[in-house]
């Protein structure tokens, strides 16, 4: 995994995109629990399910289908109304960007194993070619140490620092589109 903030904050700066009316505290709130929920499988591994197995940690719940079937029940539990609407759509693919950019996030740090980004019809594990953010380490209590500082640094600028600049830029472009046109 990448940190969970670095997951987290994916998720807010992607939520950005959208308009005032939909980005509410709910939006994004459900967008960060999908960017994060695909690690819930490290509980695995307590229960002797192995790193490279299809429920294993980076296995199915990595994967782009696990992604959109996400997007499609937190849309229809949580917008039930909307659901069959552009804005129903607008949301899945929301909801499917932020767990999918978990594991993106993922296929791009220094180790564990890769992301088995097309499980279950290919379960083969995948990096990126481009691996800049250093392995977060599993577990809490490994976090608090010089390898989290060194987590928290790389993730800083690959991703924090990326996602800012997403999020003033979306700013930008709402802000020109809501002034006003000039006549002249
Ligand atoms: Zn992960």
Redesign the pocket.
Same mark, same amino acid.
């Given at each position: 995994?990448a940190s969970i903030f670095a997951h987290g904050f994916t998720a807010y700066a992607l939520g950005k995109s959208f308009s005032k009316e939909l980005y509410t505290k709910k939006l994004w709130i459900l967008g960060i629990l999908c960017s994060v929920l695909? $690690?819930a499988d490290v509980i695995g591994f307590k229960f002797g399910i192995a790193y490279e197995d299809f429920w294993g940690h980076?296995g199915f719940s %990595?994967s782009l289908l696990f992604a959109l079937l996400l997007g499609i029940l937190i849309t229809l539990i949580f917008y039930r109304k909307k659901a069959f609407t552009k804005t129903g759509v607008a949301l899945v693919l929301y909801f499917f960007i932020c767990t999918a950019s %978990?594991g993106i996030l $993922?296929a791009m740090t220094t180790g564990g194993l890769g992301i088995a980004f097309f499980s279950p019809f290919n379960d083969l594990r995948y990096f990126l070619p481009w691996r800049p953010i250093q392995v977060s380490p599993i577990g809490a209590s490994k976090f608090f140490s010089i390898w989290g500082i060194k987590v928290l640094l790389s993730e800083l600028i690959w991703v924090a620092i990326p996602a800012s600049i997403y999020i003033l830029a979306v700013n930008y472009v709402k802000k020109r589109k809501n002034q006003p046109q000039k006549n002249d």
């Open positions: 995994m695909p $690690d980076r %990595h %978990h $993922d």
